[in-house]
């Protein structure tokens, strides 16, 4: 064939998709306009797959998380619409002064848990009634009303800790969900009776998405908890942090699914002597354990020591030194340390988190064996692994009455009782430089290269005044969720 009669129709359309799969996303909206061809093509899974998971993960892996899709993936016409609200939503925070489309008020509770669940649709907060309720609420409804998701099936308790783990991929909506259910006199003290802790499978059911809860396990744990976060879930496996006499802290992790009925492997870490209190824990898909306290981040090896819960700690059991230890200043006494939660790639080859002390806020990334899995026997040998690398960005000085809320790349700055906020980026992320590059806001050079002398900031003023800093954001559906200084909620669509 004569190559000067080739035409458009003869390029195959695994090139043409190699094409989309490299334009920012004014582009593609551009190129399917010209003609019947590209805009089939721009229609395809490939292109809003691989956008999807190049914006939402570490742009420097996106390539190989293209392998072993889930079993109940997005549609290709869910991925645009959600990489659409995902561009809307960085272009309007990044403008010089953010404006949400509209704002939505609802009454809260006064449970002292609450989560906004990955992809922005879903708001669970707990109730302290004595009923042991997490009430749901839909961002998507005419109304914004609270449905009991679950109740305690043993009644007389609250929920005092909640975790939960969710598939961001998975459509429809599916998560895990663990629950510790105390009675109020536990709440504070130390108690030999058992608390309750719980597992539940979270599903979005039927032709409007209502969300369901099924129990999957019930099983006792004892001693008091902080009023941080002490629970992570991590597949098959929960992370769940207590006190000992003290103040020590014990680490028990649970293998609550895929044991017999009834029967749960429980293993036990007591982290080395003179460990300050900690702030948050997590659980790495290869069951290492972050722990977080006011000046230190320390990694431990999983916990490999078998033991039946109990009051009383085994007095033989040795304590254990972390692998790895990042030290910073200790926050002011009136400020409030924040960690944000861990987010990683399907394959999970990396874990990043970020944590500020009121002067600086740090990035961390972890790397993870490249075929580990939550459901990997914690007595195995692990591999040898690089350093967590950690980066940093100097903020201006907060005081006690400012608070800070941390997503994966974006974070909000405000005070108590006032109406605005500091909406900031941090562009030294991969997966903020591609979703910045493919959403088409261009960022000066400098500005991406290194580490930034400060975030890329824009001021937001809200027709309300936010109450002790509550804020949330989920990055996905460009929602924000903030309690007010009447203690009544509002979520902010910005796209």
Known sequence: MNSNSLSMNDIPDEVLIEVFTSLDFPSVLALRMTCRRFYAISKSLAVWLDAFRWISQDAEEWRSQLENLPRQ???????????????????????TRPTPQRIAYFEGTQGNRTALLPGGRWFLATTMDKSGRVLCYDFEAQEIAPKTLIECPLGDRDVWAMAFAVDQTASPLEFDLALEFANQDQFFVASKEPRVMSVWRVRSDGPDGTLSAQVMRIFPVYRRTPVQQPLSLSGDWLLRLSYGQSYSPILTVHRWRGQQEGSIADFILLPQEGCEPLENVSLLPDLRIITVSHSRVELYAPATHPWKPSPIIPPTLARSSPTWVFEYPPPHRLLQLSVSRLVYGRKKTAAMFALHNGETLFNFRIALAPSSTATDDPSKPSIDLPEPQVSSVSLRPMTGLEFMCLGSSHTIRSSANTNAAIFATFPQHSRLRALR???????????????????????????FESGAGRWMVDEQSGRVVCMTKERQWAVLYFA
Request: hydrophobic content about 40%; aromatic content about 10%; glycine content about 4%.
């Open 73 to 95: 993936s997005r549609s290709a016409e869910q991925l645009e619409k959600l990489v659409t609200r995902m561009v809307r939503f960085e272009r309007n925070w990044s403008s």
């Open 437 to 463: 590059w493919f959403s088409g806001v261009r960022d000066e050079p400098e500005k991406l290269v290194g580490i930034p002398a400060r975030a890329v900031k824009s001021k937001f003023v809200a027709p």
